[in-house]
């Protein structure tokens, strides 16, 4: 257990994830990204500072919890879904969830400032989960679960009110800070955007 304020070690079993890790390297913990410190065979020491414990739900775990785990993909390998860093954006909370033998629909609520850089089949990472975006509203949105996602990820395990961490799509976060300072206070113009390659 660790405090927010003052930060702490998580000691997490990554069972046969452990083959690929190595005091130094990376891993996403329920999709935030922390150095190994050390490790025991299956087990491995993270550090966690107050700022990650603050923005995260990582200060929500209690021994024995589930979390979800990946490792950084190789160099040269090839990527198959949206580019995820383990740099979460923030955090959502479970609003509703519809549950059916197709997957599940979870609808959640989040601050304004992170629906407002989604869209709908846009991509996003929940708790380092890559998932696409089924709808979107001011302060909504909703992503659908396959089987395979619900049976293999602590989503399927959410219940109406859990928070998540939340990742944006990482090409999205650039371009739109790229237009809102192309846009400037004269707002945004075709001009603009021909000088800038965009038309």
Request: net charge neutral; hydrophobic share 45%; aromatic share 2%.
């Amino acid at each position: 257990m660790v405090s927010a304020a003052e930060g702490g070690r998580v000691r997490i079993d990554v069972g046969p994830l452990a083959e690929r890790l190595a005091p130094g390297a990376s891993i996403a913990v329920d999709g935030v990204c922390l150095t190994v410190v050390s490790m025991a065979a299956v087990q491995v020491d993270l550090d966690a500072v107050p700022e990650t414990l603050s923005r995260t739900t990582l200060g929500d775990l209690r021994p024995g919890a589930l979390v979800n785990l990946e490792t950084p993909v190789p160099a040269g390998a090839p990527l198959d879904g949206h580019i995820v860093q383990g740099h979460v954006d923030g955090v959502a909370r479970v609003a509703n969830i519809q549950r059916g033998p197709q997957g599940h629909l979870l609808e959640l609520t989040a601050p304004r400032e992170l629906t407002d850089q989604m869209v709908a089949k846009g991509s996003v990472a929940l708790a380092g989960v890559s998932l696409t975006l089924v709808d979107v509203a001011d302060g909504r949105f909703s992503v659908a679960l396959i089987p395979a996602t619900v049976q293999r990820t602590t989503l399927g395990r959410l219940r109406n009110f859990d928070r998540a961490n939340v990742e944006l799509d990482v090409i999205g976060k650039y371009v739109r800070r790229h237009l809102l300072a192309l846009a400037g206070e004269t707002g945004l113009t075709v001009e603009k955007l021909r000088k800038a390659g965009f038309a």
